[in-house]
C-alpha cells in the first residue's frame, strides 16, 4: 500500500510522516527545508496471525504486510502545493492520500485548508483532463474515452472530486492510468495538541467529514512522534501514562485498511510465512496474482483454511481430516485471514 501525506507549510506533516515510520526527517524550519525534499518511509503492518504461523513453522522468513510513506513537500515560497509536474507524477502513483490539517494552533482555519487542498487536487485533474480532450480531438477510436472524459471534466468544473462520480468497472480502467488525486482515497490527519492525544473527532470535525464522505483521524503528532521513536517498553509505559489506549501508528494502519477496503490472505511454509494485502473481494485467481502472474495463468485450485479453524486444530493434516480444508476455484471470494496454497501449472 502507498499512501502520500499533503499539507499547508507547517501542519506538522513531517512530524506525522516521523511518528507513522519511526524515522527522523528534519521537520519545517530547519536548513534546507525550502528545497522540497521528499521523504520516504516503509513500514511493517503488525499481523498477531503471521506472528503465531511463523512460531508454528519456524520458517526461514516472515514477511508482513507494509505500508510505504511518500511525505510530499509544500510548495516553494507560498502555501499552496508544489503542483510541478515530476511532483503531480509522483503523486498520482499513490494508492490513497493523507491529508494533514494543523489542529494544534487555534488560529488555524480547518475548514479553509481544507476546502483549500481539495480544490487544488481538482484543479490538477482538470488540467490532465482538458488536455487530454484536447489530444483526442485528433484520435480516431476514442469515443468511449471521450465522453467520458467529458463526465469528468463536468464534474470537476463544478468543484467536485472524482471520488464522487459513479463509473463502470470497464470505466474504472478506462481512466486508471491517470491516477486522478482527486478521485483517490482520502483521509483527513487532524494534527491536534498533546493534550488531546488519542482523543476521537470533535462533533464539529465529525460532521464536516461526513457531509464531505471523508474519513478522519485525530493524531497528536509531536508527542506521538516521541513515543513512537521509544523502545517497546518504554512506549507502553508512556502510553499508559498520557491516557492513551492504541498508538497511533496502530489506529492510522486500521483506517488506512478500512478506507482502501483491504484484506489480508495468509501464506505458509518451512521457508516463508506471509500476509498478502488485496482489496476485499478479489477472487482466488487474481489474490494468485499478487504473489506471481504465472500463478494467476496457470491457476487450477486453491487449498483453502481460515485462520481460526487451523490454529484450533493446529496442522494442515488435521485440517484436512477434520474437512475444514476446501478445495476452491478461480472464482472463489478470499476472505480476511485465509490461508491459501495455490496449485498451478504452467
Not at 185 to 210: H, I, M, V, Y
Not at 215 to 220: D, F, I, M, P, V
Not at 238 to 256: N, Q, T, Y
Request: glycine share 8%; proline share 3%; with cysteine.
Amino acid at each position: 500500500m502507498k499512501v502520500g501525506l499533503i499539507g499547508r507549510r507547517g501542519c506538522g506533516k513531517t512530524t506525522i510522516f516521523n511518528m507513522l515510520t519511526g524515522l527522523g526527517a528534519q521537520v519545517g524550519g530547519y536548513p534546507g527545508s525550502d528545497k522540497g525534499d521528499i521523504h520516504l518511509g516503509v513500514i511493517k503492518v503488525p499481523d498477531q496471525r503471521i506472528d503465531r504461523l511463523a512460531e508454528i513453522f519456524q520458517p526461514k522468513k516472515t514477511t508482513y504486510a507494509e505500508i510505504r510513506f511518500t511525505d510530499f513537500p509544500p510548495n516553494q515560497g507560498n502555501d499552496n502545493l508544489k503542483t510541478s509536474s515530476e511532483l503531480l507524477t509522483q503523486m498520482r502513483e499513490v494508492e490513497a492520500m493523507a491529508l494533514v490539517l494543523c489542529d494544534f494552533d487555534p488560529g488555524a482555519d480547518l475548514l479553509k485548508d481544507l476546502n483549500g487542498l481539495l480544490a487544488e487536487m481538482i484543479l490538477a485533474d482538470l488540467l490532465v483532463v482538458e488536455n487530454r480532450l484536447v489530444k483526442l480531438k485528433k484520435e480516431k477510436g476514442k469515443e468511449q474515452e471521450s465522453l467520458l472524459l467529458e463526465r469528468c471534466r463536468k464534474s470537476l468544473e463544478s468543484e467536485e472530486s472524482l471520488r464522487g462520480l459513479s463509473l463502470t468497472p470497464d470505466e474504472e480502467n478506462l481512466i486508471s492510468g491517470f491516477g486522478f488525486l482527486s478521485r483517490k482515497p482520502l483521509l483527513a490527519l487532524f494534527n491536534t495538541s498533546d493534550e488531546r492525544a488519542g482523543k476521537p473527532l470533535l462533533p464539529a470535525q465529525e460532521q464536516e467529514l461526513q457531509r464531505r464522505a471523508i474519513q478522519g483521524l485525530t493524531l497528536a503528532g509531536k508527542v506521538e512522534m516521541e513515543i513512537a521513536q521509544l523502545n517497546e517498553a518504554d512506549r507502553e509505559a508512556f502510553l499508559k501514562e498520557i491516557g492513551v489506549e492504541e498508538p497511533a501508528r496502530a489506529r492510522f494502519i486500521r483506517a488506512s485498511y478500512l478506507l482502501l477496503d483491504l484484506i489480508s490472505f495468509l501464506t505458509t511454509g518451512k521457508d516463508e510465512v506471509r500476509a498478502w494485502t488485496i482489496k476485499r473481494g478479489t477472487t482466488a485467481r487474481k489474490a494468485a496474482g499478487k504473489i506471481h502472474s504465472d500463478i494467476e495463468r496457470g491457476f487450477i485450485r486453491a487449498e483453502v483454511v481460515p485462520y481460526e479453524e487451523f490454529i484450533a486444530l493446529g496442522s494442515e493434516t488435521k485440517c484436512r481430516e477434520a474437512g475444514k480444508l476446501r478445495l476452491e476455484g478461480k472464482d472463489y471470494v478470499v476472505q480476511d485471514g485465509d490461508i491459501i496454497h495455490f496449485r498451478f501449472n504452467v
